[in-house]
Structures are given as structure tokens and as C-alpha cells.
């Protein structure tokens, strides 16, 4: 069974910065993928970041230069470090894994970002 706890969610003004964090139940250089993807209210779930197992980062148009994808691998946990946000980045964010035995991957529960003055 794999498990992703997000945290540091909340709520946070136009501008401000979050950083969220995901720790995983599994060396997370067992999986070739690892990412960030937002569900926002009426809106699908899209994909946000990803960071492969060598490092390789893919960034949504709307983030880049705003957003980073990191993991520490001794923590076994991925980071999104979120700045200048804005009101249209109110979502909540989940955490996902992929492994080569589950390609559809694992997912977190999700963490509330609200932006909003």
C-alpha cells in the first residue's frame, strides 16, 4: 500500500507564496515519476508539475516562473514551492506517484490552496 500526505495547504493573499510538501510511504526514487496536479471547484483535475527520477521538471505554461518542483530523496518527499500566487491558483492540489508497476499511479488526499485578498 502506498501513501502521499500532502500538507501546507491554506490560505494565502495575492502574492504571497506556499510551499506544500508530499512524503511518501516509498523511497520515492523507486518511482520514474513524481507531480503535483490541481483540481479547482467545476474545473477537471489538470497537471500542474512533474519531476522524473533523474530530474527532468515539466511545468504548466500558467506556473512557469511562479512554481518549482523539487523532491529530497533521503525524506522521501516532493515539494512544490509556490510563489506569486494568484486567485486563479485556488485549487486543491494533489500529490501523485508513478511506478512502473502502477501506471495509472498512487495519489494523495489532496491539500485546500485558497488565494485570495
Known amino acids: 500500500q502506498v501513501q502521499l500526505v500532502e500538507s501546507g495547504g491554506g490560505l494565502v493573499q495575492p502574492g504571497g507564496s506556499l510551499r506544500l510538501s508530499c512524503v511518501a510511504s516509498?523511497?520515492?526514487?523507486?518511482?520514474?515519476?513524481m507531480g503535483w496536479y490541481r483540481q479547482a471547484p467545476g474545473k477537471q483535475r489538470e497537471l500542474v508539475a512533474t519531476?522524473?527520477?533523474?530530474?527532468?521538471?515539466n511545468l504548466v505554461d500558467s506556473v512557469k516562473g511562479r512554481f518549482t518542483i523539487s523532491r529530497d530523496n533521503a525524506k522521501n518527499t516532493v515539494y512544490l514551492q509556490m510563489n506569486s500566487l494568484k486567485p486563479e491558483d485556488t485549487a486543491v492540489y494533489y500529490c501523485?506517484?508513478?511506478?512502473?508497476?502502477?501506471?495509472?499511479?498512487?495519489w494523495g488526499q489532496g491539500t485546500q490552496v485558497t488565494v485570495s485578498s
Open positions: 501523485n506517484a508513478r511506478l512502473t508497476t502502477a501506471p495509472g499511479g498512487y
Open positions: 516509498i523511497n520515492i526514487v523507486d518511482a520514474y515519476k
Open positions: 519531476i522524473t527520477s533523474n530530474g527532468i521538471i
